[in-house]
């Protein structure tokens, strides 16, 4: 059981994060690391590129040597991550974080940086991508490698997510994705989430974060998991993400329980 201290939940609040040490215990996080491994091993590595450029229609092929590979909704392809969701030291932290029992899943997803050619991401905000009402949405940044800025680790700016939704530049310059003004929240200034693997950074889809390329010998693999209250909602035309909606902890009372929308998202 990992509840968070007063002074913990007073810091996640001033600052939009938090970072908790080895809360995925080592034979866990072994057989997850063997899991992931072997999945990113079976799948087509030239259908799976997930650097921000491009778009998803042509794989986002691009002639640059760095290399971002990432699979979206790992439940369903091993159940070994489907258990992840359920591990009660991460839903009692979030409980705390989010000041709610009711948690619904969003999505998941990871992304591996190989050595010594792993891209970069810019400094953005999760929020364009599904906005939601009362922005309870959070994520769970969960470390299965050892990660710092030699090899790619998280930036944050702490306190960013109490300046709410901020001018999204990635259409503005063209692009299909969605980031802040790069100038003036450079990732020079952001500060680096130094972390160990099973480490979890759990923190607000309003926080500014991104991550700088993989120039070192070691990998940077990562699982993330999306969460919000379930008795919040999307607000805008929000695409429907597999798995959104399944409840991890609590209840959901205003889920439609009629005939005639069972099949509905």
């Known amino acids: ?12 609040k001033e600052n939009g994060f938090i970072h908790l040490k080895k809360l995925i215990k080592d034979g866990e996080l072994k057989t997850l690391s063997q899991e992931y491994d072997d999945l990113f091993r079976r799948k087509n590595q030239q259908k799976i590129e997930s650097l921000w450029v491009g778009g998803d ?7 640059s040597p760095y290399t971002v590979k990432g699979i979206h909704n790992l439940q369903y392809h091993n159940a070994v991550f489907g258990k992840l969701l359920y591990n009660d030291s991460l839903l009692d932290a979030l409980e705390d974080v989010m000041d ?29 991508y599904f906005p939601y009402k009362n922005d309870s949405m959070v994520a769970a940044f969960i470390h299965l490698d050892a990660a710092s800025p030699k090899n790619g680790g998280l930036f944050v700016y702490p306190g960013s997510h109490k300046l709410g939704p901020l001018e999204d530049f990635g259409p503005k310059e063209g692009s299909n994705f969605h980031y802040v003004d790069q100038s003036k929240y450079p990732i020079e200034k952001a500060i680096p989430v130094v972390a160990e693997a099973g480490d979890v950074v759990i923190f607000s889809y309003l926080l500014i974060h991104g991550s700088t390329p993989n120039t070192s010998d070691c990998p940077r693999r ?8 379930a ?5 805008g035309g929000e695409p429907g993400q597999p798995g959104r ?11 439609d329980a009629t005939v005639a929308n069972r099949r509905k998202d």
């Open 1 to 12: 059981m990992v509840r968070l201290t007063e002074e913990q939940k007073k810091f996640y």
């Open 57 to 63: 229609d042509n794989f986002r092929e691009t002639g």
């Open 100 to 128: 709610t029992k009711n948690i619904a899943l969003h999505h998941t997803k990871a992304h591996f940086k190989p050595p010594e050619k792993g891209g970069s991401y810019p400094m953005h905000q999760d929020y364009p």
């Open 222 to 229: 990562m699982f993330l998991a999306q969460y919000y209250d």
């Open 231 to 235: 008795h919040d909602c999307p607000v």
């Open 245 to 255: 909606g399944w409840l991890l902890r609590g209840v959901n009372r205003d889920r």
